[in-house]
């Protein structure tokens, strides 16, 4: 783990909930592709089911970063891709459950109209530092 310094509420920026504003460090980068809710098969996970879906996206996530010698207490950027902001409070469940939540993340979130596959209902994407 990279030393990252987190800023959770910068002077003049209007406070957020779950994020940190600023993550910043030294170190080796790690990005991570949008991740969808497909097990090792290629099977979807959780048809219809926003916290399913996401449980297995963050399960998906850290694999990914394992294979880079990451852990998500590197992770400094996540993004959500949402087909429907009702799905946000289970992304964040499953978000919390992985993450040191007094030193989150940078975060964004976006509504998109659809993605790849219409079964799918979200899709996360994670930038992370790692010591060299």
């Known amino acids: 783990m990279t030393d990252l310094q987190h800023v959770v509420h910068p002077a003049g920026v209007a406070p957020g909930t779950g994020y940190s504003h600023v993550v910043s460090g030294r170190g080796r980068l790690v990005a991570i592709?949008?991740?969808?809710?497909?097990?090792?098969?290629g099977e979807l996970v959780g048809a219809d089911?926003?916290?399913?879906?996401?449980?297995q996206?963050?399960?998906?996530?850290?694999?990914?970063?394992?294979?880079?010698d990451a852990t998500f207490a590197d992770v400094v950027k996540l993004t959500f891709f949402l087909?429907?902001?009702?799905?946000?409070?289970?992304v964040r469940a499953a978000r919390d459950a992985v993450?040191?939540?007094?030193?989150?993340?940078?975060?964004?979130?976006?509504?998109?109209?659809?993605?790849?596959?219409?079964?799918?209902?979200?899709?996360?994407?994670?930038?992370?530092?790692?010591?060299?």
């Not at 592709?33 to 098969?41: F, I, K, P, R």
């Not at 089911?49 to 449980?55: E, F, G, N, V």
């Open 83 to 90: 087909t429907d902001r009702a799905q946000l409070p289970a």
């Open 99 to 132: 993450i040191d939540v007094e030193r989150p993340p940078a975060s964004s979130a976006v509504i998109v109209a659809g993605l790849v596959r219409p079964e799918f209902l979200l899709e996360i994407e994670a930038y992370a530092l790692v010591a060299d």
């Open 49 to 55: 089911d926003p916290a399913a879906q996401a449980t």
């Open 57 to 68: 996206v963050f399960a998906n996530i850290g694999r990914c970063l394992a294979a880079a």
């Open 33 to 41: 592709s949008g991740q969808v809710a497909l097990d090792e098969d």
